[in-house]
């Protein structure tokens, strides 16, 4: 659609007149519901079950050895389908659930059991959000994408508050069995109702090797220097930004706060409510926002806002932090999504964003470079060094590619 015949306002329920759409976006948030429950509680298992915040960090950083198979799993979206693609993924977290739910049941669950199959499904967990995208993107009209994603962005943003706070409470409640029960029934549910989105694939004329499709879909992001800055950006604040609202929030919950796991789930929440906030003013304002120019912000105030939270051991103080931090991370992250998906062509979209995942290896890093870090130096000084060092980074990128992503000209800005 051309600029002049771009609508001024678009509702945040135009995507779901798309029949795909209708089934996908439910869908979502039963397997994000699912997810954002059973995370925190293998988290606070492991934590309670080794008194190690290394493990933990190890814990956190197998969420996400997936990163590095990421491009290959955007190859295969494109030539089987995105909508086969998440079913097959969907099914593979279902059986690992139910594995956990059996170990449970028959007293044979513990912290080194928790690990080997998250790890399992930290294979795959990373490239569902980037499968997810593609196939909004795939079935969406273009002029509906940024909606349509902030929407959709919705669907993990309410599972993070109901996952947080909903499954933390049932398992001090009910006990793993019975939470377990529900994430297996949560699982089963989302992956039936993805068989009703649209499958479409988009397979080149000439079908190269996997491994060419791959290699061809890092050289386009590499020779696009819009994508190779919303990459690096992508890295940056999963190294030294996401480590502290993710994988290092049941350490901040034990020992800085002093609370139990019910904190734990206000702290995720917190956070979660943000992203919540951000994602619902993007769903009916996204439209109008420069995307690059966006993201940038995004990031800027994000870092701020990090800063402050680790400077306090308030709780109250430290919620009202990570709430304007869940809102400031999704201004900057959402725009970056749409921002790819519209750069890319369609033949490319599953590489361009498989190539995208790759930037979350940097939260495992991130994770891994905070433990020892925390042991020797304590959260606060911690958190001072890496949001601060990741700030600067997010400054030099936005002048290298000022051009590309910052300029009101830039192709990033025009969307």
């Known amino acids: 659609m051309s600029k002049t015949n771009k609508p ?8 779901f007149s798309v029949r795909s759409y209708q089934f996908q976006w ?3 948030l039963l397997i994000s519901c699912a997810i954002e429950m059973e995370l925190p509680i293998l988290g606070w298992y492991i934590l309670v079950q080794t008194n190690s915040v ?3 960090v190890v814990f956190g950083s197998a969420q996400y050895v997936g990163t590095l198979i990421s491009p290959l799993m955007g190859v295969v979206g494109d030539r089987i389908g995105c909508r086969n693609l998440l079913f097959a993924m969907r099914a593979s977290y279902t059986v690992l659930s139910i594995s956990i739910l059996l170990l449970s049941i028959f007293g044979q669950l513990d912290a080194y059991v928790v690990l080997a199959i998250s790890a ?37 943003d309410i599972s993070r508050v109901l996952g947080a706070l909903i499954g933390t409470g049932i398992v001090t409640w009910a006990g793993m069995d019975h939470t377990y029960a529900l994430i297996s029934a949560l699982y089963i549910s989302g992956m039936i109702i993805t068989l009703g989105a649209r499958q479409i694939k988009t397979v080149p004329k000439i079908i190269a090797s996997p491994y060419r499709d791959t290699v061809n879909g890092l050289i386009y992001v590499w020779n696009s220097p819009t994508l190779l800055a919303a990459f690096w950006i992508a890295f940056i604040i999963n190294l030294t930004a996401y480590p502290f609202t993710l994988g290092l929030l049941p350490h901040v919950t034990k020992d800085v ?3 139990d796991q019910a904190g734990l789930g206000f702290l995720v929440a917190s956070f979660s409510f943000g992203g919540f906030l951000g994602s619902v003013a993007l769903s009916f304002s996204g439209h109008l926002i420069k995307p690059g120019r966006a993201m940038i912000y995004g990031g800027v105030c994000w870092y701020v806002l990090l800063v402050l939270f680790g400077q306090t051991d308030h709780l109250s103080a430290g919620m009202l932090c990570l709430v304007l931090a869940g809102f400031a991370q999704n201004i900057c992250t959402i725009p970056m999504f749409v921002m790819m998906l519209k750069v890319a062509p369609e033949e490319f979209r599953g590489r361009v964003m498989g190539v995208r995942m790759l930037a979350i290896y940097g939260l495992p890093l991130g994770l891994m470079l905070a433990g020892p870090l925390i042991k020797h130096l304590g959260f606060g000084l911690t958190n001072l060094i890496m949001t601060t060092t990741g700030l600067a980074m997010l400054g030099m990128v936005s002048l290298i590619w000022r051009r590309h992503v910052w300029d009101q000209s830039a192709e990033s800005n025009r969307l």
């Open 54 to 56: 290394f493990m933990l």
């Open 257 to 259: 706060y002093g609370i």
């Open 120 to 156: 399992v499904g930290g294979l795959l967990r990373p490239s569902d959000g980037m499968v997810r995208n593609t196939l909004i993107a795939q079935t969406v009209p273009h002029h509906h994408l940024m909606v349509a994603i902030g929407v959709s962005r919705i669907t993990q």
């Open 26 to 28: 439910p869908a979502d």
């Open 8 to 15: 001024d306002r678009i509702s945040a329920l135009a995507p």
